[in-house]
């Protein structure tokens, strides 16, 4: 993206960028570090496997897993977005960032951000109409709608958030451009501008409302529809079945939107003073759920465990028949 920022200082434009400030007053900053850098390492190893599994059996290329490997991208490109760039900033204290990496950033945390609250949704989605529609699911549920679909989403949360970023970049950044965060957030980075940011904190809290309680929203309401059809079900047999398979999804709902929730309280009723503190445990809340999710989604489903297990069941087999290869040479 290529966002051209101005700002000036009464007399010139000039373009120094931006600091990162964060953690400071931590004294087991490193620690920190290090646990995000491992999250980071099984998030791209747990969602690279799952992708692998998806492309390597056709018996498993269906809506249901698209929607799962969409997730799969969604989680390794936010944790991309955050945990890397850390590492320089608060290891090696190289804390200046370029307005346009900045911003740059900033569009795709959201982004990623946003998929993913969506992403959750549209699994919701394919549960609801496999278990209320469950003889037309192959036809209502095809691989082309979900992928339609997918590109309709990804197209919708760009439309949401290239405008609020656009506009935060145009402001005139005058006075302090030290970032009271680990990254640039479009809060912690708009209230320092000079100029009229009345129209950007609208922007954001109505887009905050959107993103996350509009795919929360939808979510509840799908499975109060679930819940009741399968009461409908006269076997229990069936009935635990039916609930079983949306079990897994209801984890990652979990998973995802409480330490949101936790964290926004933790924010606004000032629980937390320190604010060093307080980043440490949103950057933690929205960093491990990416990890999570393939490895509960991988255990809990046992058409996709089975076919996990033979994965890496062929890896090692590989990986001997190498090292006796070696071994003979």
């Not at 970049?169 to 980075?189: F, K």
């Not at 990652?252 to 939107?257: A, C, E, G, K, Q």
Request: contains cysteine; hydrophobic residues 50%; positive net charge.
């Amino acid at each position: 993206m290529n966002f051209s920022t101005n700002a000036s200082n009464g007399t010139e434009t000039f373009d120094e960028g931006f600091y990162l400030i964060a953690f400071n007053t931590l004294g087991n900053k490193n620690y920190l570090i290090l646990t995000l850098v491992l999250i980071y390492l099984i998030t791209l190893l747990c969602n690279l496997i799952l992708l692998m599994v998806f492309l390597m059996n056709s018996s498993i290329q269906n809506p249901k897993f698209l929607a799962v490997c969409n997730l799969a991208v969604v989680d390794i490109s936010i944790n991309s977005v955050i945990i890397p760039q850390m590492v320089p900033v608060f290891v090696f204290n190289l804390s200046r960032i370029t307005f346009e990496t900045c911003f740059s950033q900033m569009f795709f945390l959201h982004f990623f951000g946003d998929m993913e609250s969506f992403s959750l949704a549209l699994l919701a989605y394919d549960r609801l109409i496999a278990i209320c529609f469950p003889l037309r699911y192959p036809y209502i549920n095809t691989n082309l709608r979900m992928g339609l679909i997918i590109a309709g989403l990804w197209f919708l949360v760009f439309l949401l958030e290239i405008f609020p970023v656009t506009l935060a970049s145009n402001l005139p950044y005058c006075r302090s451009r030290v970032i009271q965060s680990c990254c640039c957030e479009h809060g912690p980075v708009y209230v320092l501008a000079c100029g009229d940011t009345s129209l950007n904190k609208r922007l954001a809290t109505a887009k905050s409302l959107v993103v996350l309680l509009g795919p929360l929203t939808f979510i509840i309401l799908s499975y109060a529809v679930v819940v009741f059809t399968v009461l409908q079900i006269a076997s229990a047999t069936q009935r635990w079945k039916a609930f079983h398979t949306c079990l897994t999804h209801l984890v990652l709902v979990l998973i995802y939107y409480v330490p949101v929730i936790l964290a926004y309280i933790l924010g606004n009723m000032r629980l937390v003073q320190s604010k060093d503190l307080y980043t440490a445990i949103l950057t933690v809340s929205v960093t491990l759920p990416p990890m999570l999710n393939p490895i509960i989604y991988s255990l809990k489903t046992e058409e996709l465990r089975d076919k996990v297990l033979k994965f890496l069941m062929q890896q090692k087999v590989m990986k001997k028949r190498v090292d006796v290869s070696v071994i003979c040479n």
